[in-house]
């Protein structure tokens, strides 16, 4: 059953093609199921796969399915193929599970959009690119995968290109990718020149051969890599800009997958972490550093997606403080349960929007929670999820993180707990804000329906259709029941440790807490939980303004924008115009000028030899061969 | 008469006894895609004669797809033979069954299959369809087989004359068009100068070796240190005269231009395609495996040869304003790069040649095809600014279009960078880095032309192009033109097709492609995006390409 594994990827691919050339004839809604079936499908054969990978015994739960040499050059060979084994399966069944339910509550979400069929036909391009990110057995096929995932991204973000803000913050996703990307392609070069492979299992088999400067230098450019994809410190702001996507592409792509590539890719590359213990302390620390700012910046936000947004760049930050503190294990717990509980958050907003006729701004709702019911208690669920408040997921998850921080040095572990505590708050705001206290809109406001046309009812907040419903309330129970995959209690219940341990074993920090320590850090963890939760409430449940607690500075997200538009942006640009204006025109132009000035004075010249009359052509002929036997012959007499 | 006649048949008799005249025994299976070629050529003539009324070119065009398609068949199994029992040699050894000639059966075949195709749509629209087109290029491709899988410099020649003659007619065959008359005769008179001057060659080279099989030639030469044997040299050099003329290299190329402006377009294309497929395909033979021993001497000719033809190739085509004409000396460019392979006289040099042979021809068939379409009624209107606004028009013929230019730039993703590519490495693992730089710089330019064109195709500065709105109240609006599909595999070949054809011209502006075209140019097309993002297939069969003597 495990040769079927080349079947994930082309399921969505397959979507794919067939509504690209179709999708238009096929409509709403036909577009949407198929899209949809065809990554269920995708993810049906995912379990499969996933289940026969289980019943092999551990140490033979890896497979290699080589399909083609994509493209060779001298003794570089870079092949199509697929490696199967707990890591990617893991992956690929939380990608296509969450991917399912997110198309589902897209065929309710995009249900009045003109695109329909277009939008779902990247989102399964999407699931195509980001399967072969997770599944492929070499650096490059990855990195396929990695710029795919990108450029879907990109389309999808500015999926409602008329607007301006759409279309800037798609650019803008790309070109801080770029900067990440470059990283993954010098590092890529690195990792050939030095093992001569690009395949996953040859280069780490060959690691011992590669200096320690090499390793360190590869693992910090992956890691460039990862910090673009995955919106980490200085690369952070494309994020929040992205929220001007759709919310379904938010919650799927800026939220549960693509974001977590580069978290992915730290966790692939553990054998190289391990042997680079520098590198694995600066995405420690910048992880760290990066959870605290997403999580104070998310506290001052008044858009109900930017609140989400900023939390997914903190919630990050925590998975690269894992992978740098050498608990893969925990990164990837994380990783889940954060793919559950904010992908519910996403849809819960989105459906929150819907119901507000588009008005993202929290300070003009509130008291919804009578009125959608299912909205209302599954954002609970996720919040409590996220905050970590016992027994849902978070509480497991973020916990495994701090305690691995921890074990590294006291400091991270603080700087996470800080941040704990500002996700309960952050999100509690959020939730009262939304859900709770008084109605601060009216029902009778003129309504449209986000494209300027109006409907002409009044403002009736409800839970939506089926098909956005159903997906809420998976997702919930996923968020609340997923953590019990990996309970730190007793070595039985360790169940995905034990499941990754062949892909992350060796490489995996050794923490040795007593029995009587795991109570005390899940104690404190759950007392900072709740105490966020508290405060939260203490201070959102009456009022809606408290200017003092919202300041400009986290509201702008520690000016990191502006700060590296000032620096790097206008820079460039100044430079830009100088090389155009003076360089470029001046001196380039000069000799290019100059060059195809002289080629097309010597082409007049010579186009005069072409006299049309045959006697000159024949002529010609003999001068060539008049000159070619007298070289011949001189040759003889030398 | 009947007394010569009698005289005749006992002389014949009489040197059949003597044993003077052995006949060879024939593998016919050798030869196969050849007998197809010329099988299905007299099929089609006697189809043709017995007719009650002419029929449709396009009938004849797609049986010529069919006996090109079986030829290709065979040539396939021929290849399989090869790359699993080895190469052999047949009818007296004057046939060479390897997997270098095999490959150029593969290529001609393919030709074959598209160029029909490619013709149909132009000589329906001048009036000139029957089955003669057809015949012609099937008579061409034999030869063009011949001289692939030659053995002998004798059967080279015959092979040459077989490609060469019915090229000379095709030149001549929109006979309502002076132009046309004009190149055939330019080409005839050139041809057989040239031709006069290789059978001088092999005469020589016979007069030096005592033989004009090629691997006994060669094995002549390695047993005897003959370097400075004037008889022989000379000999290379008028053999290296005719080839050159073949392939149109500077400074034998003088007919192209006129030749290739003058002729029916698709003809053009035609000849582009099988002479330089033939004629390198010969060339390549010959000074590889047969006269290895004076590399010393022929590398430099040829050094000096590639300098040039790349050079005037793409510096004359700069400066023109007909698209035939440009198309012409960028081909002379081409065949430029193709030299390098043979420079570098290595096996990755000829499975560079052979893959650049390979993409050219599609590239080169597909774009005299657009070309053809352009020039509209009469083949005539060939200057660049009927290019201009051409994709705001018909962006699919535009884009088309765009494609094969770019591909001839050597553009990435396309085939045409990995056929640049595979030579210019060929000649710099050979150690001939300035002939790979002089390359590379014709290529910078050659991108200028190719640019251009694509650029004006893309550009309605300063004038009013009817659109396709105005072209739709005229009462063909194109959406109508999408084919039915009976599923998305269906569409995914229908829908390319159906985007380019266009049947009538309610303006003037909007010019014509019929069905048969378009399914040849997406073939072109298709051939140069799939495998310019996938080219291992194609370079792993290239790299098939081993030489025996």
Redo the contacts between chains.
């Keep these: 059953m495990i040769h079927a594994a080349f079947l994930i990827p082309i399921l969505p691919l397959a979507g794919f ?2 509504l690209f ?2 999708g238009r004839r096929l409509g709403n809604p036909l577009a949407g199921w198929l899209a949809t079936a065809m990554v269920a499908a995708s993810f049906v054969v995912t379990v499969i796969v996933f289940v026969a990978l289980f019943q092999q015994a551990p140490a033979h739960r890896e497979f290699t399915q080589s399909w ?5 050059a001298g003794r570089l060979r870079v092949g199509a193929g697929i490696l199967v084994d707990p890591l990617s399966m893991t992956m690929a069944a939380f990608i296509t599970g969450v991917s399912s339910l997110i198309h589902l509550y897209s065929i309710g979400y995009m249900k009045h959009d003109e695109q329909f069929p277009k939008f779902f036909t990247y989102l399964n391009l999407f699931v195509f690119a980001m399967l072969m990110l997770v599944l492929a057995d070499n650096f490059v096929l990855s990195f396929f995968g990695w710029e795919g995932v990108g450029v879907c991204s990109y389309f999808l973000i500015a999926f409602w290109f008329e607007r301006d803000e759409a279309a800037s913050a798609g650019k803008k996703a790309m070109i801080f990718n770029r900067i990440g990307d470059a990283g993954f392609l010098v590092a890529l070069f690195l990792i050939f020149e030095r093992t001569g492979s690009f395949e996953y299992t040859t280069v780490f088999s060959r690691l011992g051969h590669v200096g320690t400067p090499s390793l360190v230098a590869i693992a910090l450019l992956l890691f460039l890599g990862a910090v673009g994809k995955s919106a980490q410190i200085p690369l952070f702001p494309w994020l929040a800009d992205a929220m001007a996507g759709p919310t379904p592409v938010s919650a799927l792509i800026h939220a549960a997958t693509m974001v977590t590539a580069g978290v992915y890719l730290m966790c692939r590359i553990n054998p190289i972490l391990h042997l680079t213990p520098d590198a694995a302390h600066v995405i420690a620390w910048v992880g760290a550093v990066t959870a605290f700012v997403g999580a104070t910046s998310a506290c001052a936000q008044n858009d109900i997606k930017k609140v989400l947004a900023y939390s997914t760049v903190s919630q990050l930050g925590y998975m690269f403080l894992a992978a740098g503190s050498g608990a893969y294990v925990a990164a990837i717990f994380l990783m889940l349960t954060h793919a559950f509980y904010k992908a519910l958050l996403f849809l819960g907003s989105g459906s929150v929007i819907h119901a507000m006729d588009e008005d993202q701004d929290i300070k003009n709702m509130g008291g919804l929670a009578r009125l959608m019911p299912i909205t209302g208690v599954t954002f609970l669920i996720g919040w409590f999820s996220i905050a970590g408040v016992p027994p849902f997921s978070g509480f497991w998850s973020k916990g495994d993180v701090l305690q691995n921080a921890w074990a590294v040095t006291p400091a991270l572990w603080v700087i996470g707990a800080v941040s704990a505590l500002l996700t309960a708050y952050y999100m509690g705001r959020e939730y009262f804000l939304v859900f709770l206290g008084e109605r601060r809109w009216t029902e009778a406001r003129p309504v449209a329906d986000g494209h300027g046309k109006e409907l002409g009812h009044g403002l009736h907040p409800h839970d939506p259709s089926w098909h956005m419903s159903l997906p809420l309330v998976v997702l919930a129970t996923l968020a609340a029941l997923g953590g019990f995959i990996d309970l730190p209690f007793h070595p039985n219940l360790v169940f995905l440790e034990r499941w990754l341990d062949p892909v992350v074993g060796p490489s995996l920090l050794q923490t040795h807490f007593s029995v009587g320590q795991e109570w005390l850090f899940s104690v404190v963890d759950a007392v900072i939980a709740v105490t966020g939760v508290l405060v939260a409430a203490s201070v959102w449940r009456a009022s809606s303004s408290r200017p003092a607690l919202e300041p400009r500075f986290l509201f702008m997200a520690w000016f990191v924008d502006r700060g590296e538009d000032r620096l790097v942006a206008r820079t460039s640009t100044a430079l830009a115009n100088f090389t155009a204006t003076v360089v470029e025109s001046r001196i380039v132009d000069g000799a290019v000028n100059g060059v ?1 000035d002289l ?2 004075w ?3 010249r ?2 005069r ?2 006299s ?1 009359y ?1 006697r ?3 002529l ?2 003999v ?3 008049v000159v ?2 007298a ?3 001189v ?4 | 008469m009947t007394g010569s006649t009698a005289i005749l048949a006992s002389m014949a008799a009489h040197l059949l006894a003597a044993g003077g005249i052995a006949m060879p025994r024939i593998d016919y299976t050798a030869i196969l895609p050849e007998l197809i070629l010329l099988g299905g050529m007299l099929v089609l003539v006697l189809v043709s004669s017995l007719s009650p009324r002419p029929l449709p070119t396009e009938a004849y065009a797609t049986a010529t797809v069919g006996i090109g398609i079986a030829s290709l068949v065979a040539s396939l199994v021929l290849w399989r033979d090869v790359s699993d029992h080895g190469p052999f040699t047949a009818v007296a050894r004057a046939v060479n069954v390897d997997g270098f000639g095999v490959l150029f059966l593969v290529l001609v075949s393919c030709i074959l299959v598209v160029a029909p195709l490619l013709a149909a749509g132009h000589l329906r629209r001048e009036g000139v369809g029957g089955c003669e087109y057809y015949v012609l290029a099937l008579i061409s491709g034999s030869g063009a087989m011949f001289m692939a899988t030659a053995n002998d410099l004798v059967l080279i020649f015959l092979a040459l004359e077989i490609l060469s003659i019915p090229l000379y007619i095709l030149a001549g065959f929109d006979h309502l068009r002076e132009s046309s008359g004009e190149a055939a ?2 080409y005839f ?2 041809g057989a ?2 031709s006069a ?1 290789f059978v001088y060659g092999i005469a020589l080279t016979y007069g030096a070796t005592g033989s004009t099989n090629l691997a006994q030639i060669a094995a002549f030469l390695a047993r005897n240190v003959v370097t ?3 008889v022989l ?2 000999g ?3 053999l ?2 005719g080839f ?2 073949k392939v149109a290299a500077v ?2 190329h ?2 192209t ?2 030749v290739y402006q003058g002729s029916p377009t698709p003809a053009t294309g035609f000849m582009a395609s099988m002479a330089k497929a033939g004629g390198f395909a010969a060339l390549l033979r010959v000074f590889v495996t047969t006269f290895p021993t004076l590399r010393g ?1 022929w590398q430099p ?1 040829i050094w000096v040869i590639a300098v040039l033809t790349l050079v ?1 190739g793409a ?6 304003s007909d698209v035939k004409r440009m198309l012409a000396y960028s081909s002379i460019n081409h065949a430029g790069f193709v030299l390098l392979g043979l420079q570098a006289a290595t096996a990755r040099g000829v499975a560079g040649s052979v893959f650049y042979l390979f993409t050219y021809s599609f590239l080169v068939l597909g774009s005299f095809a657009v070309v053809s379409a352009v020039g509209g009624k009469g083949d005539e209107r060939h200057g660049l600014e009927r290019y201009r606004g051409l994709g705001r028009r018909q962006p699919a013929l535009a884009v088309t279009f765009a494609v094969l230019l770019l591909a001839q730039a050597g553009a990435p993703f396309t085939t045409g960078f990995f056929a640049k590519f595979y030579v210019v490495e060929a000649a710099v693992s050979a150690h001939s880095y300035a002939l790979a730089a002089v390359a590379m710089g014709t290529a910078a ?1 050659a991108a ?1 032309f190719y640019l251009r064109l694509v650029f004006l195709m893309f550009s309605d500065v300063g004038r009013t192009i009817p659109t396709h709105e105005g072209a739709a109240t005229g009462g063909t609006p194109t959406d109508t033109l999408e084919m039915p ?1 009976a599923g ?1 595999v269906a ?2 070949v229908a ?1 390319p097709v159906a985007a380019l054809v266009e049947v009538a011209e309610p303006d003037p502006a909007i010019v014509a492609v019929s069905p048969w075209v378009a399914a040849g140019l997406v073939l072109c097309v298709a051939t140069t995006l799939v495998f310019g993002v ?3 297939p194609l370079v792993d069969f290239a790299h098939q390409a081993t030489l025996i003597i």
């Design positions: 093609a067939v050339s179709l083609f040499t994509w493209f060779g195809a080629t097309r010597s082409g007049e010579l186009r030899i072409q049309g045959v000159n052509y024949a010609g002929l001068a060539g061969l070619l036997v070289y011949v012959l040759r003889v007499g030398s | 005769m330019k008179v050139l100068f040239s001057i400075s044997d004037g040299l000379g290379l050099a008028l290296l005269v050159a003329f400074p034998f003088m007919w231009p006129d001497t000719a005037l510096v004359v085509a700069l400066v023109q330019v200028f599909s998305g569409t995914l829908a996938w080219p291992q």
